[in-house]
């Protein structure tokens, strides 16, 4: 190609001439926090509890190549080669079980094998999502879920939580408030289980509700349930899809945090027309999803190895869960709070209200730590004082020193602003550095909050 | 679960419980021919000459585990971890490689890795369109194209090919026509080589030309390049991005031809303004395309197996085709005419126009044998008395065997419409029976095409 041309950083003259072609959707478009900050991090001497990744080390080299010496002898061209769209019944076999150990039963024919969970979110925009229409979710809300939603351009309505997950009653003066305006909601997301980012799990009578709420309002629930089997205490609660016998309900699976994210395998189960449209729409997006890491899941669950091996990264995860409470409890300040996991791989916490985590991840950064900025889970610039913490894919060193460092640029901060009595910096206290106004651009962040809408509730 | 549910027939009154969420875009979609004959043509005792499937079987298992085997010792974390949005560096060499053999310079820099080559159309589309935009396609078109445009919901523009691909003079007065009405298209879709599912290749000056076109009226062209390499006679032709020097040019390339279809690995590459709202579109689409399968491409492409599969595969394929010419020739009626490709998968074929394929679908499935239906690749009911014919997939034996049981379908209808001598048969003919109504439902075919739209300037 003659003219050097760099994805990252287009030359204004270049982008103005293509600007004209791009469709309105674009404008709307937005990367993640997550995956912007996973290009920054992957520096080997930053220590990242940014990501969301599982713990893949812990895979024994030798099994991956048994199974794959396995899917060689007996499979080898069919896992080469095109699959249906709906997925392979061998694959939607490995689904049927993992949804029964959490006791939830289901049809193979209800089953649309996807590319990722994350396809999934995709494809239910695209099924129910006209410009302007509304998605209740939750806030925070899952960070990787806002791309999805913005280039549908939905109207994203955040629900916050308390301890106990979205308060029900909540959603419905939310509900009735949207009716009076005339909007009825295509889908409310949520992530009942050990909630990204909040790290918080939706008590048993809020799903029973939830589920009833649905019904009553003919409003489907987009299920996504990716850590559901990664419980390190207390009883499992039931899915919202076994609670509502199927009905309204989208449930989203994968296998990226149980096995492998790499494998880019997640499914659906939905009400017959809703997964008969979500299948014409991955047709369009990707034909099929790849028959080699189906047969792979097969072939693995077909050996009996996925129970224990869940119960393996159970153990590991419950650990690094104990050894990120526990620094945070030596490192972070008094004012701070943070949630308690059951399980899952986040912890969400809040500092005083006067710190902006955009601001403290670019000095932590310079000191080789990241984190997830609280904004990058809200569409409309609150949980500026949030952060996002991951405990799956970091060791117990390094979750230990990098909060220790984290904790030691908060404290610096806080010591700058004057405020041990955790009163607010006037507004003449020294402006962000010009570092962190481009990191929250590339971040591509909101800066700037709604009026009131800031934490203005109190419930977090 | 409690109520049964069934996704390919939702019952009615589920349908009209759900259809009220429903995008306005679900209104517009449909299924490709190609995917729902799968469904019908998976049954091992049918010959389809239908599917576009690569011959995976000649793929040695050996080579297989032994790649397996590398990436487990080497790379096994990795393999199983997310990875960027833009694709791994490895993965990134592999696809250099492969488009420098077509002469095509390209910096790493500069791709995208996708979930396959459709993959790349749906971000084109994400990217550009907007509920009504034109897309220039060729006519015919590749089937699996016409889900993603439809899902966006563009207006295509289908302009009838010759030997030497789309006539780039027909082209243009198109676009005066189209600009005469205010309208500029987004993107203008073609396949340059061995055109799927025409099986045409563009000349050197209709490249040439184009190349300027889209320059001059500063629209971008997605080229469709999965066979070029895919040769089996004559001279190879360079690629548009490599005459354009990049401008205006959307590249999609693809390992499914020439390796595997199952990995569900393709590329774009783009102007920077584009590839970035591209990534974009993927990261709320999918993440980011699997780590395991890129690992196996990086490894395959490092033990340098890649040319010499390649080559053997040309052979094969080389081979078929000429067994499917001969075929045809001593099957198909006098006055069915058909393309020669000089490489590819497909031939396109065109029986007298009184008949109708979809319809000789029917029967044919009957005698376990099927193709794609010429209006499968359009979008307005043309293409009726045309069929696309694979022989990629199928054996020798199989693609005389399918032919022959063809050739007698046709040869009863041609006997039934008593057209020896080619005069369409009176309205009174006999009705289409009602399996085949059922099957052009199933396939969701347009039924009806626009009157003297139907290959009216008698270019093929």
Known sequence: MSSPRHPQRPAAHELERYAGLFASRTRAMKSSAMRDLMAITERPEVISLAGGLPDTSTFPAESFAAIMAKVAVDNCAAALQYGPTEGLLIAKDAIRRVMAAEGTEVDPEDILVTTGGQQVIDLVCKT?????????????????????????????????????????????????????EGRRPK??????????????????????????????????????????????????????????????????????????????LGWAVAPAPVLAKMNMGKQGADLCSSSLTQHFVAQYFA?????????????????????????????????????????GLFVWATLPEYLDTTDLLARAL???????????????GRGAASMRLNFSGVSDAEIREGVRRIGEVIGEQVELFGTLTGSRPAA?????????????????????????????????
């Open 128 to 180: 129910l999502i006209d410009p302007g229409d509304v998605i209740v979710a939750e806030a925070p809300t899952y960070p990787g879920a806002i791309p999805a939603f913005c280039s549908y351009q939905a109207d994203v309505v955040q629900i916050e939580m308390d301890a106990d997950g979205m308060p029900i009653d909540v959603l419905e003066e939310t509900l009735d408030s949207l009716e009076r």
């Open 187 to 264: 889908f409310i997301y949520t992530i009942p289980n050990f909630q990204n980012p909040g790290g918080v799990t939706m008590s048993l009578p809020r799903r029973k509700r939830l589920v009833e709420v649905a019904a009553e309002r003919e409003i489907l629930v987009l299920e996504d349930n990716p850590y559901g089997l990664l419980r390190y205490e207390g009883e499992p609660l039931p899915t919202l899809m076994s609670l509502a016998g199927g009905e309204y309900i989208i449930y989203l699976g994968t296998f990226s945090k149980i096995l492998s994210a790499g494998l880019r």
């Open 303 to 343: 050996e009996g190895r996925w129970e224990p091996y869940l119960q393996s990264l159970r153990q590991l995860y419950r650990g690094r869960r104990d050894t990120l409470l526990g620094a945070l409890a030596e490192h972070f300040p008094a004012e701070a709070t943070w949630t308690q996991p059951q399980g």
């Open 366 to 380: 310079q000191r080789n730590v990241a984190f997830v900025p609280g904004r990058g889970a809200y569409l409309d």
């Open 428 to 460: 003449a206290a020294p402006a962000a550095p010009a570092p962190d106004a481009e990191l929250a651009d590339v971040l591509q962040l909101p800066r700037t909050p709604r009026p009131g809408a800031q934490r203005s509730d109190g419930r977090r």
